[in-house]
C-alpha cells in the first residue's frame, strides 16, 4: 500500500525548491569528499586501531562487531594503506547513503518534497559533517539503520517476501556494525504491535527475523569462542556498575545534542516530539528515533553517554522535522534549519584559518582537531631518527601507540606490516592486543617498548635500554612526546617491578 496525498502530511509541491536542495546535497556530498585529501589529517587513534582489525578480518573483535573492520579492509585493498583518507573514504560514501534511504523513506511517507528536505536536514547535521572525517562504526550503523527503516516500509506497504527478505539482511548487517541496532528491533515491535492501518505478514517477519539472526551469528559464535569479550567491553563503558544518578552528565549530554543534530532541528524535534498524533506515519517516526533518545536520557543520567551514542535517532528526527515544517508551510525556518547547520560546518572545516585572521593562538582546548594532532609527525620522527623501527617488533601497554605505531611506522608499499605486542601485566583484557597479543604468549624475543613517559623496566627483561625520546610538536602549549626502548628477554609479568603489577 502505497501512501497517497490523503496522508496528512500531503502539501504542494511549490512550497520547495527541490532543484535548490539536490543542489546543495550535492555540494556537500562533493566538499565532504574533497575535505578528506585537502585536510589531510592524521588518523585518530581509534581509526588507526581499527584498520590495525582489518589487517586480520575476523567475524568479531575486542569491542565492536567486524563491519568497520571489514570496511578498512576494502578501502585500504582498493586504494592502498596510504594516504589516511583510503582508511576513513567509506565514512562520507556510507553517510550520503544513509541520506539518500532518509530521502527514500520521506517518498514513502509523504512525498519526494519531504524526503529531499529530510535528506537535508541529516546531511547538513554537524554530526555528519564532522563524523564524515573520520571512519567509525556510526557510519555503517546509520547507512543500515536508515536501510532497513526504508525496507520495513516497502515491506509493510506491499507485505511482498522480497522486502521482508532485504529488510532482515539489512538489519543484520547493522547488528554486524554496532550493538545499538538492537534498539531499532525494539522501534519496530513497538510499531507492530501498535499500528492498526494494515495486516502484517508474519511469516515475512518470521523471514526478516530469522534473517538477523542468521547474520549475527557468526559475530555470536566468535565472541563465545572469546568469553563474550565485546558484550563485557559494552556492559564496562556504560559505567553502570559505579555510582548512579548523575544530573549534570544529563544535562550535558541533552546540551549536545544540540550540537549533533544542529540548534534550530534539535529545538524544533524537541518541541513537536511529544505532541500526540495518532497516524501511522507518525508512529512509524517515533518507533526508529524515540526509544534509543530516551535510553541515552536514562544511560546519561544513571552513568554517562557520549553525545554521539544517539546518533541513529537523527534518521528518524528528520523525518519528523521535514514533515512538521512542509505541513506548516514553514520555509522560512526550514532555511534557519539547514543554513545554521551549514554555518556550522563553515566554521569546522575553516576553523585554522579563522584561528590565524582572528589571531587566535592555538592549543588542546580551542581547535576541534587537537586529539589527532601531532601523532604522524612523532612516528615519522622516529621513522627519521632511528629507521631501524619498521624492522623491530613494537610493544607497549598502550592501545593508541600501538595502533599509531603500526600504522605509521609500518611500509606499506613493501607490504610490511609492523608487529605488535600487548604489554599488560596487570593481566587485564582492555583491547584487542591484550586480548590476542599479549607479550606472554609472543614468539618474539626483541622489542622496541614505546611509551608516552620514562619506564623502568627493572626485573621484566634480562636487558633494556633506553634509545631515546623523541618530540612531535603542536603547539606552544601541546606536543607529543614517546620514549623508546629496546628491550629483550622477556622473564615474566611475576618478576616485573611491582608498580607493573
Not at 496522508?7 to 509541491?13: K, N
Not at 514513502?108 to 571512519?135: D, H, M, Q, R
Not at 556492559?235 to 555510582?243: D, E, F, N, P, Q
Request: with cysteine; net charge positive; hydrophobic share 50%.
Amino acid at each position: 500500500m502505497q501512501l497517497t496525498n490523503s496522508t496528512p502530511y500531503s502539501f504542494r509541491a511549490s512550497t520547495i525548491n527541490e532543484k535548490l536542495i539536490v543542489f546543495i546535497l550535492f555540494a556537500l556530498f562533493i566538499a565532504r569528499m574533497l575535505s578528506l585529501p585537502a585536510l589531510h589529517l592524521a588518523l585518530y587513534y581509534d581509526e588507526a586501531y581499527y584498520h590495525f582489525w582489518a589487517l586480520s578480518p575476523a567475524f568479531g573483535y575486542y569491542s565492536k562487531p567486524p563491519v568497520v573492520a571489514w570496511l578498512i579492509a576494502l578501502t585500504t585493498g582498493l586504494f592502498g594503506h596510504t594516504p589516511e583518507w583510503s582508511v576513513r573514504i567509506s565514512a562520507p560514501l556510507l553517510y550520503a547513503g544513509a541520506a539518500y534511504f532518509v530521502y527514500r523513506m520521506g517518498c514513502e511517507l509523504s512525498s519526494k518534497a519531504t524526503g529531499l528536505l529530510a535528506a537535508l536536514i541529516f546531511y547538513s547535521s554537524p554530526l555528519v559533517t564532522f563524523n564524515s572525517l573520520f571512519i567509525t562504526t556510526d557510519a555503517p550503523l546509520l547507512f543500515f539503520w536508515a536501510l532497513a527503516g526504508w525496507l520495513f516500509l516497502k515491506a509493510l506497504y506491499s507485505n511482498r517476501l522480497i522486502w521482508w527478505i532485504l529488510c532482515g539482511l539489512a538489519s543484520g548487517m547493522g547488528l554486524m556494525s554496532k550493538y545499538t541496532m538492537i534498539v531499532i528491533f525494539i522501534g519496530a515491535a513497538i510499531y507492530l504491535i501498535f499500528q492498526k492501518e494494515r495486516r502484517v505478514s508474519l511469516l515475512g517477519v518470521s523471514i526478516a527475523t530469522g534473517l538477523i539472526v542468521l547474520l549475527y551469528l557468526p559475530n555470536l559464535i566468535w565472541n563465545s569462542q572469546h568469553d563474550f569479550i565485546s558484550f563485557v567491553h559494552t556492559a564496562h563503558i556504560s559505567h553502570l556498575s559505579h555510582r548512579l544518578f548523575h544530573p549534570g552528565k544529563f544535562f550535558g549530554f541533552l546540551g549536545g545534542q544540540f550540537l549533533v543534530f544542529g540548534p534550530v532541528a534539535m529545538w524544533l524535534w524537541l518541541k513537536y516530539v511529544w505532541k500526540k498524533r495518532r497516524d501511522h506515519v507518525w508512529l512509524f517516526l517515533l518507533s526508529i528515533s524515540l526509544p534509543l533518545f530516551v535510553l541515552m536520557c536514562i544511560q546519561a543520567f544513571l552513568a554517562k553517554a557520549n553525545a554521539n551514542w544517539a546518533a541513529p535517532v537523527y534518521l528518524g528526527a528528520s523525518l519528523m522535522v521535514a514533515l512538521i515544517l512542509i505541513q506548516q508551510n514553514s520555509m522560512k525556518l526550514a532555511s534557519w534549519v539547514v543554513g545554521v547547520n551549514i554555518m556550522l560546518a563553515v566554521i569546522l572545516f575553516s576553523y585554522p584559518t579563522i584561528q590565524k585572521i582572528l589571531h587566535i593562538e592555538p592549543t588542546r582546548h580551542n581547535t576541534p582537531y587537537a586529539r589527532v594532532l601531532g601523532w604522524r609527525e612523532v612516528m615519522e620522527n622516529i621513522k627519521r631518527e632511528y629507521p631501524q623501527v619498521s624492522h623491530m617488533v613494537l610493544l607497549s601497554g598502550s592501545r593508541k601507540l600501538l595502533s599509531y605505531g603500526n600504522y605509521y611506522l609500518s611500509q606499506w608499499k613493501s607490504g610490511r606490516s609492523v608487529p605488535v605486542v600487548s604489554f599488560n601485566p596487570g593481566k587485564r583484557i582492555e583491547d584487542q592486543y591484550d586480548l590476542l597479543y599479549d607479550l606472554s604468549h609472543s614468539k618474539f624475543k626483541h622489542f622496541l617498548f614505546i611509551s608516552e613517559g620514562p619506564r623502568n623496566f627493572k626485573g621484566c627483561f634480562k636487558s633494556s635500554r633506553l634509545l631515546g625520546k623523541v618530540v612531535g610538536p603542536v603547539y606552544p602549549t601541546l606536543k607529543r612526546v614517546v620514549y623508546l626502548y629496546q628491550v629483550s628477554g622477556f622473564n615474566g609479568y611475576e618478576y616485573c617491578h611491582k608498580t607493573y603489577q
